[in-house]
């Protein structure tokens, strides 16, 4: 997030206009970007989304987002929130906002909410996404969107290791070494794994997740798809607490996230156009 501070909800000091708090949906493609955090050099998307509000509103913007992504990383419902004394209509900030951003981010919504909303804080969970293509020759078309196993994958061997993750666990297997969590101990309400022809679906539903523990469950997870690992070894995985044990970070090419899950009372949507369009 933007190391500059964003402004109270309680009014705008310099106009004595009181300040509206803005919550929007955000789609992007990551692999051009250093993740989502506001970086020197400016090449995140945090950078490029509050240049293009403050290109718009005439005035600097600084948001707030649900949940960082790393570099390579996609998203199809980020949901963030700023505070602004300006007073537009929702389909102007996504349509105004948009003319300035660059072709592989967009705004997908818009939508006033209350003074204590908090996009990071306020969520009741995040859901996840990773793409999958099983197939013995690489991605060309959907190369920097979908990850890659060149061996055949047993679907009921990795629900079986899945189920090992499911509900509260102290994931530190899973975690990366930079990881700026309070604590490992997260819950995982749910791992669902479909395959559709040659792509394979991986979500995952949880309150809140570690530094690359997505991607650290999915190279354990498709080491147990190809038979490499039993299904059991997940559990002594998880059990031993040490990132050694685990298998090596998978792609973040194929990482996607689906955005937060707010109290039905905002009223913010949790589906975009992109995600019927993913196999």
Known sequence: MSSEPVPSPMGDGRAGRPLRRIALGVAYRGEAYHGWQSQPGGRTVQDHLEQALSQFAAQPVHTVCAGRTDTGVHALNQVVHFDTPLAREDFSWVRGTNRYLPNDIAVQWCREVPPHFHARNGAR????????????????????????????????????????????????????????????VKQLHAIRIDQRGAYWRFEFD?????????????????????????????????AARSRDAA???FAPDGLYFLGPRYDAGFGLPEHTAAMDWMP
């Open 125 to 184: 969970g995040r859901r996840y996404r990773y793409l999958l293509l099983e197939s013995p020759v690489r991605p060309a078309i959907e190369r920097g969107g979908c990850g890659w196993s060149f061996r055949p994958l047993d679907a009921d061997a990795m629900r079986a290791a899945a189920a090992h993750l499911v509900g509260e666990h102290d994931f530190t297997s899973f975690r990366s070494s930079e990881c700026q969590a309070a604590s490992p």
């Open 206 to 238: 949880g309150i809140a997740f570690l530094h690359h523990m997505v991607r650290n469950i999915m190279g354990c997870l498709v080491a147990v798809g190809a038979g490499t690992r039993p299904p059991g070894w997940m559990a002594e995985v998880l």
């Open 247 to 249: 298998a090596p970070t």
